[in-house]
């Protein structure tokens, strides 16, 4: 029985902002499926409903999704592994011949000296001065979203940000900001870093026998979905 957790990478970080080429069938069916709920308009994807959506994609094919669900334990068994996971119902646990690891860093932040760089996003309300599409500072942009009202603050951060640092990162970018932009008011925070790697492709038969394979180095939801769909990791 395989079982998954919905990704943070792509869904909550709302980042990139584009959904990537499909060139496989799920994927053009996927981004006119997008585009028809009006999540994905002129390019632009608007990133809150994307969990719903890939929620209720991934249980009409058939899989066994854990959310609102965190991963606290992974042991080696006879058979496989042992994994214990934290939900709303409390702990739980299963056994299972492999683990397919694509969070950004790693479990138990293995793969944390991969990552080049991160970025935070949040999302504002409101309009640029004069026409103005986006806006550039130096380790920050604002760009256009997809409702006319809609933009993304990004902020760039080191790879080495913790969550706490980054939002005070964050909120100062966005104080320094605000008299360039004064018809702009802050609405959400995303919930997960964006991270960039290297330009090699990441495959980590790491030490404990987990498979470590970052969605977010493929840069962009579309690819990254068809590249879990094709690359065999035997």
Same mark, same amino acid.
């Given at each position: 029985m395989t079982r998954a957790l919905d990704p943070t990478e792509f869904l909550i970080a709302y980042d990139p902002l584009e959904p990537g080429k499909p060139k496989m069938e799920l994927g053009q069916h996927i981004c006119s499926d997008l585009e028809d709920c009006g999540i994905l308009s002129n390019g632009k994807l608007h990133h809150p409903p994307l969990a719903d959506y890939f929620t209720d994609l991934m249980t009409q094919r058939g899989c066994n999704l854990l959310l609102n669900a965190e991963t606290t334990e992974i042991e080696h068994v006879t058979n496989g592994f042992r994994v214990t996971v934290c939900a709303t119902d409390?702990?739980?646990?299963? +056994?299972?011949?492999?683990?397919?690891?694509? +969070?950004?860093?790693?479990?138990?932040?293995?793969?944390?000296? &991969?990552?080049?760089?991160?970025?935070?996003? &949040?999302?504002?309300?409101?309009?640029?001065?004069?026409? =103005?599409?986006?806006?550039?500072?130096?380790?920050?942009?604002?760009? =256009?979203?997809?409702?006319?009202?809609?933009?993304?603050?990004?902020?760039?951060?080191?790879? +080495?940000? =913790?969550?706490?640092?980054?939002?005070?990162?964050?909120?100062?970018?966005?104080? &320094?900001? =605000?008299?360039?932009?004064?018809?702009?008011?802050?609405?959400?925070?995303?919930?997960?870093?964006?991270? +960039?790697?290297?330009?090699?492709?990441?495959?980590?038969?790491?030490a404990n026998g987990i498979k470590w394979v970052p969605g977010a180095q493929f840069g962009n939801l579309i690819t990254a979905l068809e590249e879990g769909l094709s690359w065999n990791l035997d």
């Open positions: 409390g702990l739980s646990s299963f +056994t299972v011949a492999n683990v397919i690891d694509t +969070t950004p860093e790693g479990w138990r932040d293995a793969g944390r000296s &991969a990552v080049h760089a991160k970025a935070l996003t &949040a999302t504002l309300q409101g309009k640029l001065p004069d026409g =103005k599409e986006e806006l550039r500072v130096p380790g920050a942009i604002i760009r =256009k979203g997809v409702f006319p009202d809609e933009w993304l603050l990004r902020v760039e951060m080191p790879p +080495t940000a =913790k969550w706490h640092d980054a939002r005070l990162k964050l909120h100062s970018t966005w104080e &320094a900001l =605000k008299p360039q932009c004064p018809e702009l008011k802050s609405a959400a925070e995303a919930g997960a870093f964006a991270c +960039t790697y290297g330009g090699k492709r990441i495959h980590r038969p790491g």
